[in-house]
Nanobody, 126 residues
């Protein structure tokens, strides 16, 4: 079992920054990829970013590329999502997720991730 807890969400103005954290516990040695997803009310959960255990592989959704940066501290068992140049359309709940399967590249689909956090709200005011 893996437990995930997100933090760092909040209210920020357009153009501002936030850093989300995802703390993991339990069977953390088995985690290969960590992903960030977001879901607005009434919409499908969408991929945001992912990072491999070795930190050698990262991927981003086109909508956040160049603005968001995913990073990982394997000693602290924590994954981060640095969000810069935030826009009102980034407003939603953000979730982190863990994939225990060894992959060539981290998956961008939610069904690949076995464990999920409870989510943290990000609100960007215009």
């Amino acid at each position: 079992q893996v437990q995930l807890i997100e933090s760092g969400g909040g209210l920020v103005q357009t153009g501002g920054s936030l850093r989300l954290s995802c703390s993991t516990s339990g069977r953390t040695f088995g985690i290969y990829c960590m992903g960030w997803f977001r879901q607005a009310p009434g919409k499908e959960r969408e991929f945001v970013a992912a990072i491999s255990r070795s930190v050698s592989s990262t991927s981003y959704a086109d909508s956040v590329k160049g603005r968001f940066t995913v990073s990982r501290d394997n000693v602290k068992n924590t994954v981060y999502l640095q969000m810069n140049s935030l826009k009102p359309e980034d407003t939603t709940v953000y979730y982190c997720a863990a994939d225990l399967n060894l992959r060539t590249n981290c998956a961008t689909i939610q069904t690949a991730y076995e464990y999920w956090g409870q989510g943290t709200q990000v609100t960007v005011s215009s």
